[in-house]
């Protein structure tokens, strides 16, 4: 079984070649490597001239396009079984592709697999921190509405899968792995954890997610725009319920200008069941007013990189 590793780069002609790196020492061989260059204005060009005399890897160049846009770039162009989405400044373990190909072979059920990823600043690949973040498996659709607990580059995906949802959405900017997740969840991909750090992700003080407000908006347009999708596809009430609890708390986060009127649709579609869940929103709603609750993660990485 074959693996696509999608490489998208952007300016990062220093560190593009660690990640290639590490895919290469893989001890699992079946991979392919697609590096798509999003429009690097840097010297990535020369830098992948000089790593192609080292690696094997096939390179596209594109206008930019964004995240999203590359990465379904490298999907349009990959022969393999499965996709990992490695994003250029980050890594992968030796052992990675092998375990999760390995968990695939023993559960043909199994659409995705995720695993636990360290994080380090900068260069310092050796002093790795963890953020701890929740295990969800099987149909995580009810865990994940209310927050991406997956890291991108810690996923081997069915190549078949992410393009029967549609890819990513080339719209967002923020959070384009958290709306395909949810898409597949909602079509009823079953995802699964191996429960070893596979994979590291680099903070750096121009990629850290310390915008708060940023990301809140961004939860709530990527839940908002799969609103209709969701209750079309689901008649279970508790889990439609579970959706406008997690819409109407990412508004609040947001202080979007559409709360009330989401509010109230949500309301009538929910019925006397949903009372007591939305006037817990609604204190929260008003409570937001005088306090604003911060963002546990983004905290630790803040003191993470304030220690440096």
């Known amino acids: 079984m074959k693996v696509s590793v999608i490489i998208p780069t952007y300016n990062t002609a220093n560190l593009v070649g660690q990640a290639i790196e590490s895919v290469h020492n893989s001890t699992y061989k079946n991979f392919e490597i697609i590096v798509v260059d999003d429009g690097s204005t840097d010297n990535t060009k020369q830098t992948i001239d000089a790593l192609k005399q080292k690696f094997e890897f096939t390179y596209i160049y594109q206008n930019n396009k964004g995240l999203a846009g590359a990465r379904n770039t490298g999907i349009q162009n990959a022969s393999g079984d499965f ?105 009823g991909s079953q995802f699964y954890c191996i429960k070893e750090v596979l994979s590291l992700v680099r903070v750096r003080k121009g990629s850290m997610t310390t915008n708060q407000d940023k990301m809140n908006k961004a939860m709530d347009k990527v839940l908002s725009n799969l609103e209709t999708k969701f209750i079309v596809q689901h008649t279970n009430k508790s889990l439609i319920l579970n959706f406008f609890r997690a819409l109407l708390g990412f508004k609040v986060l947001a202080n979007s200008p559409d709360f009330y009127s989401t509010f109230f649709r949500a309301q009538k579609i929910c019925g006397l069941s949903s009372l007591v869940s939305f006037a817990k929103i609604f204190l929260k709603k008003l409570v937001f007013y005088f306090y604003r609750p911060s963002n546990t993660t983004t905290n630790q990485l803040e003191q993470v990189w304030n220690a440096k």
């Open 83 to 187: 996709l990992v989405f490695l994003d250029s400044d980050d890594l992968v373990l030796p052992t990675k592709f092998q375990l999760q190909v390995d968990f695939f072979s023993k559960n043909k059920n199994a659409d995705a697999v995720y695993s636990f990823s360290d994080c380090f600043v900068e260069d310092d690949a050796n002093n790795r921190f963890n953020i701890g973040l929740p295990v969800f498996e099987g149909n995580v659709l009810n865990n994940l509405l209310f927050g991406n607990f997956m890291h991108v580059n810690s996923v081997i995906v069915r190549t078949s899968i992410v393009k029967e949802v549609g890819m990513f959405n080339e719209n967002y900017k923020e959070l384009e792995d958290w709306d395909l997740w949810l898409r597949m969840s909602l079509n």
